[in-house]
């Protein structure tokens, strides 16, 4: 077997191998922060980046606190929800900024942090996670798929030159397919937040002219 190719398959074992954190363990109590800090670490190990010690630090979870995209812990203790929410900061930090993920957790905390009639957030991410294996095998599909393609390319090089071209088309593959999902959820986050500030606006004009309407 190729370098490549053995390369490849160890992606994709890798990617097999990534298991998202099963809702029946995330546990229903409130939690200290070094309570938090010891389930987050264990469970998001197959999804932990290879140069990351920690998939979490009280630092971190400082700061999310602090930037108001973590709601604050009731006595120094951290629910469910807020379990949640870390777990959700955690794959959006990959690739997103702070501004941006508030945007998207903003909404479901306004709704559904805490007690909440209907669906709460729980719900939310066991019907988040329900997708992993589906979404899993689409990804690989798309994986292989552009390999295929890499390997198709500069096939008149000689052996080195070769690998060399094509390993860098498909490194180039996916990085274009993130780079484009990157700036679409970019996007589509902005675009929202302009409507919410435009709907804001319009509410405020609202209430000044029955203000003074009423003088």
Do not use: W
């Not at 546990?27 to 389930?39: A, E, K």
């Not at 435009?198 to 029955?210: G, I, L, N, R």
């Amino acid at each position: 077997m190729d370098n490549s190719k053995k390369r490849l398959n160890d992606i994709l074992r890798q990617l097999a191998e990534i298991d998202y954190v099963h809702p029946e363990d995330i546990p229903n109590i409130d939690l200290y922060m070094d309570q938090v800090l010891t389930f987050l670490n264990q469970e998001l190990g197959t999804v932990r980046e290879v140069n990351e010690d920690k998939a979490m630090t009280k630092t971190m979870i400082n700061n999310y606190t602090k930037n108001q995209i973590l709601p604050p812990p009731e006595k120094k203790k951290y629910s469910r929800e807020h379990m949640l929410n870390l777990i959700f900061i955690y794959y959006f930090k990959n690739f997103l900024g702070l501004k941006d993920i508030k945007s998207i957790l903003d909404p479901i905390n306004a709704k559904y942090y805490g007690d909440s009639e209907g669906v709460d957030f729980f719900d939310i991410y066991c019907n988040m996670v329900g997708y992993e294996h589906t979404v899993a095998k689409e990804v690989t599909k798309d994986i292989i798929k552009k390999y295929n393609f890499s390997r198709e390319v500069f096939e008149e090089e000689d052996e080195e030159s070769k690998d060399i071209l094509q390993d860098f088309t498909f490194i180039c593959l996916l990085s274009f397919d993130v780079f484009v999902k990157k700036m679409m959820i970019e996007q589509y986050i902005s675009d929202r937040r302009k409507e919410e500030e435009e709907q804001a606006d319009k509410s405020e004009d609202s209430e000044v002219k029955t203000e003074e309407s009423q003088k």
